[in-house]
């Protein structure tokens, strides 16, 4: 019995086609008793079925339905249609629009954060964010989380930088010991004589403080160190020597001031 009554119609009643005549039923007998309480101005308007009626009864005047109908006109404006691929240029920068992007690019405005030591404002950089975050259609609170995730990039970088830098200080140290500052030195002397600004950003960006890439300038600091050359004169300045046949357009290497590596 209990089965009974929890499982509804039965399934003789569903097989004779009974349950579904019963629904049926209580359906337009439900759409009636609506249009019957529906008021004399739902029961006025043209061109409306039961149905339609029935689901205008709840509006009792005219102005009921007047002010409903402007507050959906409020909430559909201030829904967004997400352009499809055919959208044009027009109907991207109004949806764009929309959801809060600026004018142009410069309407955005970007906090004054953090920098790591080593890590500088560039007037450059923050102008291509905003270019970024206009071309991605970002509102202002977007461009400000675009520039604060480059900026803790740039911050994270820079930590690992001076991280490698201190660990290769510190293993020189106990590998040159004593002669520590001089290799040093030589390694910023031979970047002054023959790298430019573009090598010393360059070095600085990492490779600068990689222990090889330091050993190595300073091998080439010692072989090319003033204190392996000689400056001199030569008994006569007529006769050819090697300097002056490897090396005839150079005045440090023919003549009575010619400079000469020590053997």
Same mark, same amino acid.
């Given at each position: 019995?209990?089965?009974?009554?929890?499982?509804? *119609?039965?399934?003789?009643?569903?097989?004779?086609?009974?349950?579904?005549?019963?629904?049926?039923?209580?359906?337009?007998?439900?759409?009636?008793?609506?249009?019957?309480?529906?008021?004399? @101005?739902?029961? +006025?308007?043209?061109?409306?079925?039961?149905? &339609?009626?029935?689901?205008?009864?709840?509006?009792?005047?005219?102005?009921?339905?007047?002010?409903?109908?402007?507050?959906?006109?409020?909430?559909?404006?201030?829904?967004?249609?997400?352009?499809?691929?055919?959208?044009?240029?027009?109907?991207?920068?109004? @949806?764009? +629009?929309?959801?809060?992007?600026?004018?142009?690019?410069?309407?955005?405005?970007?906090?004054?954060?953090?920098?790591?030591?080593? #890590?500088?404002? &560039?007037?450059? *950089?923050?102008? /291509?964010?905003?270019?970024?975050?206009? &071309?991605?259609?970002?509102?202002?609170?977007?461009?400000?989380?675009?520039?604060?995730?480059?900026?803790?990039?740039?911050? /994270?970088?820079?930590?690992?930088? *001076?991280?490698?830098?201190? +660990?290769?200080?510190?293993?020189?140290?106990?590998?040159?010991?004593?002669?520590? %500052?001089?290799?040093?030195?030589?390694?910023? *002397? #031979?970047? /002054? +004589?023959?790298?430019?600004?573009?090598?010393?950003?360059?070095?600085?960006?990492?490779?600068?403080?990689?222990?090889?890439?330091?050993?190595?300038?300073?091998?080439?600091?010692?072989?090319?160190?003033?204190?392996?050359?000689?400056?001199?004169?030569?008994?006569?300045?007529?006769?050819?020597? %090697?300097?002056?046949?490897?090396?005839?357009?150079?005045?440090?290497?023919?003549? #009575?001031?010619?400079? /000469?590596?020590?053997?």
């Amino acid at each position: 019995m209990a089965e009974g009554d929890q499982g509804g *119609t039965s399934l003789a009643a569903e097989a004779s086609g009974n349950g579904a005549a019963s629904a049926t039923g209580n359906q337009s007998s439900t759409e009636s008793q609506a249009s019957t309480q529906a008021s004399e @101005f739902v029961l +006025k308007l043209d061109s409306f079925d039961e149905k &339609d009626r029935g689901r205008l009864a709840k509006f009792k005047t005219g102005n009921d339905l007047a002010k409903s109908y402007l507050s959906l006109e409020t909430k559909l404006g201030a829904t967004v249609t997400i352009p499809g691929k055919d959208a044009t240029d027009e109907e991207k920068a109004a @949806f764009y +629009k929309r959801l809060g992007r600026p004018e142009s690019k410069d309407g955005y405005v970007l906090d004054n954060l953090f920098l790591a030591d080593g #890590v500088t404002k &560039d007037s450059e *950089t923050e102008n /291509r964010i905003r270019e970024m975050a206009y &071309d991605l259609g970002l509102n202002q609170e977007g461009a400000r989380k675009l520039h604060k995730d480059f900026i803790n990039l740039a911050n /994270r970088g820079m930590a690992m930088i *001076t991280e490698m830098k201190e +660990k290769a200080r510190d293993g020189l140290r106990k590998e040159w010991a004593g002669d520590y %500052d001089r290799n040093m030195a030589m390694i910023g *002397t #031979v970047l /002054r +004589k023959f790298g430019d600004a573009q090598t010393i950003q360059y070095m600085n960006a990492g490779p600068g403080n990689d222990p090889v890439m330091l050993k190595l300038l300073a091998r080439f600091g010692k072989a090319i160190s003033p204190d392996t050359l000689e400056t001199g004169t030569i008994p006569s300045a007529d006769g050819e020597d %090697d300097g002056s046949k490897l090396f005839p357009k150079s005045p440090q290497m023919t003549g #009575v001031n010619r400079t /000469r590596r020590i053997s």
